[in-house]
């Protein structure tokens, strides 16, 4: 069977579909994540069924280089998992880099998710470091974690 799905930029509407990405903590860097679109140094999309839910959400952000831009939140419904739908959010995070007329993409993956990195491998994305990261969760603590980092040449609309 088919789906037809499509991919547009997050709107705050959204906010209220995105409860399955995350907690409220999650929610709030969303939230935050608007308010970083209007000024123009992130990108944000959300790919959607024909009924308008959300399946996917992920953003790029562009102030960390002017090399390149980075992936992060990449997220997809439990339910819609292992079907396509993370590929097709990066490939369409991608083609926001390229329209930037921004030359490669990065992202991090945490040294305990081999399926996502085996994602990235297969959608061309190369270890290239490693790095701490960070994020609030429940309780007011904070969520300290290692990446490897991982990046992606991008062609000419491939
Ligand atoms: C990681 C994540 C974003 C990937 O999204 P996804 O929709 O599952 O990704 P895809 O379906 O495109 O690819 C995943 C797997 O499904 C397989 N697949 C893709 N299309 C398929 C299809 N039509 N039929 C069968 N299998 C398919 C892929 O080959 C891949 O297989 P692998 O796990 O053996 O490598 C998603 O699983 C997720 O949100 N995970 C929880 C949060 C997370 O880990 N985020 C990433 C943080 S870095």
Same mark, same amino acid.
């Given at each position: 069977?088919?789906?037809?799905? =499509?991919? !547009?930029?997050?709107?705050?509407? $959204?906010?209220? &579909?995105? $409860?399955?990405?995350?907690?409220?903590?999650? #929610?709030?860097?969303?939230?935050?994540?608007?308010? !970083?679109?209007?000024?123009?140094?992130? %990108?944000?999309?959300?790919? /959607?069924?024909?009924?308008?839910?959300?399946?996917?959400? +992920?953003?790029?952000?562009?102030?960390?280089?002017? +090399?390149?831009?980075?992936?992060?939140?990449?997220?997809?419904? @439990? /339910?819609?998992?292992?079907? +396509?739908?993370?590929?097709? #959010?990066?490939? %369409?995070? @991608? &083609?926001?880099?390229?329209?930037? *007329?921004?030359?490669?993409?990065?992202?991090?993956?945490?040294? $305990?998710?081999?399926? %996502?990195?085996?994602?990235?491998?297969?959608?061309?994305?190369?270890?290239? *470091? /490693? @790095?701490?990261?960070?994020?609030?969760?429940?309780?007011?603590? =904070?969520?300290? =974690?290692?990446?490897?980092?991982? @990046?992606? !040449?991008?062609?000419?609309?491939?």
């Amino acid at each position: 069977m088919e789906i037809a799905l =499509t991919v !547009r930029d997050l709107e705050p509407e $959204d906010l209220t &579909d995105l $409860d399955w990405s995350g907690g409220p903590e999650h #929610l709030n860097a969303i939230a935050e994540v608007l308010q !970083r679109c209007w000024s123009g140094e992130v %990108a944000s999309i959300v790919i /959607t069924l024909p009924n308008g839910r959300l399946v996917a959400h +992920g953003a790029v952000d562009f102030s960390k280089s002017a +090399g390149y831009g980075e992936l992060w939140m990449l997220s997809v419904h @439990e /339910t819609f998992q292992s079907l +396509g739908v993370g590929s097709m #959010l990066i490939r %369409a995070l @991608e &083609d926001r880099v390229r329209s930037r *007329g921004v030359g490669r993409a990065r992202l991090g993956v945490e040294h $305990d998710n081999p399926r %996502a990195r085996r994602l990235y491998r297969r959608l061309g994305y190369r270890d290239c *470091g /490693t @790095e701490l990261d960070g994020w609030p969760v429940a309780g007011g603590d =904070t969520y300290v =974690t290692v990446c490897t980092v991982m @990046e992606h !040449r991008l062609g000419a609309g491939v």
